[in-house]
């Protein structure tokens, strides 16, 4: 379900180093996944999505990987960058599905 | 391409008084909209979502209601605001070639004193 009172959890890197954001997600049927960045006073904005028929995927210094045995999903950022810091947001779905579940999210510091 | 706008941005309104958050989305139609709060520091809490105009789910009993009533447009009101309806309204859309992704409006931040 979604972890709406939670303080989130926070993770704090070296900028240059690379980061990895770790999301449990809830739903053995959910075949969609996407994560969303989220900086301070603005909305969640989309990153990356991956299908349940994928393990990896890559974008432009971003890498999400899919475990679906485990039900696990991950966030790679590479050479972590001061504007990177922010809410990072891991969030499921199924395929015709009206709604998105969303995970508690995950604080990113980025030490200049 | 698809845009999302809402308003107002910001506001502070008494307890007691009325509320009216506007959204509207540009370049589809027939989008599943949605409304989330996410008070300071929190995660994303699903409020409302609709899949056609008149037709709107609610997902958490609370002092707060939305409407549709044009295809692209989405309202969030309350009658009378409490403390605790102070926090960051978000609104959303999918659909269309956008398929599940959710796109999120800049959002508006309420507070109630």
């Known amino acids: 379900g979604e972890s709406v009172g939670l303080h989130l959890p926070t993770l704090s890197v070296q900028e240059g180093d690379n980061s990895i954001i770790n999301c449990a997600y809830s739903?053995?049927?959910?075949?969609?996944f996407i994560w969303y960045k989220q900086e301070s006073g603005k909305g969640p904005q989309f990153i990356i999505d991956?299908?349940?028929?994928?393990d990896k995927r890559q974008g432009q210094r971003v890498t999400v990987l899919l475990n679906k045995t485990v039900k696990h999903l991950s966030l790679q950022i590479a050479a972590t960058q001061p504007g990177d810091s922010a809410v990072y947001f891991c969030a499921e779905n199924m395929t015709g599905g009206f709604k998105t579940i969303f995970g508690a999210g995950t604080r990113l510091f980025v030490k200049a | 391409s698809q845009t999302i706008h809402q308003w107002p941005a910001t506001l502070v309104q008494p307890v007691g008084s009325p509320l009216s958050l506007e959204c509207t989305v540009e370049?589809?139609?027939?989008?599943?909209l949605y409304w989330y709060r996410q008070a300071a520091g929190r995660g994303l809490q699903l409020l409302f979502y609709s899949i056609g105009i008149d037709q709107i789910s609610s997902e958490v009993p609370q002092n707060l209601s939305a409407s549709r009533p044009q295809d692209r447009q989405f309202i969030l009101s309350s009658k009378k605001l409490l403390l605790s309806d102070s926090g960051f309204y978000l609104c959303a859309w999918s659909g269309g070639h956008s398929g599940n992704t959710i796109y999120f409006g800049e959002g508006s931040w309420l507070t109630v004193v």
């Open positions: 991956i299908r349940s028929n994928m």
């Open positions: 739903n053995s049927a959910s075949d969609y």
């Open positions: 370049g589809t139609s027939n989008p599943n």
